[in-house]
């Protein structure tokens, strides 16, 4: 099974310019999320969708913006892409709204110079 | 704002000691989960807690919630090099309902280097 599946892997990008991440579930779970993850700080919920149609903000969501197209994918777009958004992106999904188990994606590196 | 404490940081042992990591909050949780991170790849959940007190084994590794659920634990008895990982700990809301749509709030991770 292919779980949650993150594209790209790795990219880099000057600042200022724009690009979306991309995350496909196969498990038909209804809830999705994005999380950054930083050295020494963990992960942080950037945003999250409960079900298909809606999204919601997380922690740190300034300078991101998140469209659920379907049930199945959930994409991460950076319009404006700064320095400090240099991180690991992580989708996840979950059965419910109350979250369950939680399946993490491999991860994307980006990296903004 | 929710905030967990893991400590230590970085822990470094040799194979067959023992160990245990801490994860800490003045904030009360529903629920308390421990992942184990390899490099290269996402987070993979190891257990969920959501009963202060609640004790739970997972062959080596012990799992405890505090009795106010503000804080937990992971043991893990004679380690092995196959131990190796970041381990992170994370407070949600209860796994039976509710309205927090599985946002969690993550402690920074112990990195653990268990040498043979």
């Known amino acids: 099974n292919a779980g949650v599946t993150q594209t790209p892997k790795f990219q880099v990008l000057k600042t200022g310019q724009s690009m979306t991440l991309q995350c496909a579930q196969d498990m038909n779970h209804n809830s999705m999320y994005w999380y950054r993850q930083d050295p020494g700080m963990g992960l942080r919920l950037i945003y999250y969708s409960a079900s298909e149609g809606t999204t919601d903000k997380g922690e740190v969501p300034n300078g991101y913006n998140v469209s659920r197209l379907n049930k199945r994918e959930f994409s991460l777009r950076l319009e404006s892409a700064a320095p400090s958004q240099t991180s690991v992106y992580f989708c996840?999904?979950?059965?419910?709204?109350?979250?369950?188990?939680?399946?993490f994606g491999e991860g994307s590196w980006l990296t903004v110079v | 704002t929710q905030l967990l404490e893991q400590s230590p940081q970085f822990l470094s042992i040799q194979e067959g000691e023992n160990l245990t990591v801490y994860c800490n909050s003045s904030?009360?949780?529903?629920?308390l989960q421990w992942y184990r991170q390899e490099p290269g790849e996402g987070p993979v959940l190891l257990v969920t807690v959501v009963t202060g007190g609640e004790v739970k084994k997972l062959k080596r590794l012990t799992f405890q919630f505090g009795d106010a659920r503000k804080d937990s634990s992971l043991h893990i008895t004679a380690a092995q090099p196959g131990d190796t990982g970041l381990y992170l700990c994370?407070?949600?809301?209860?796994?039976?309902?509710?309205?927090?749509?599985?946002?969690?709030?993550f402690g920074q991770g112990t990195i653990l280097t268990v040498h043979p």
């Open positions: 904030s009360v949780f529903s629920s």
């Open positions: 996840a999904s979950s059965e419910g709204a109350s979250g369950n188990t939680i399946y």
């Open positions: 994370a407070g949600g809301p209860t796994p039976a309902g509710g309205t927090s749509y599985g946002k969690l709030t």
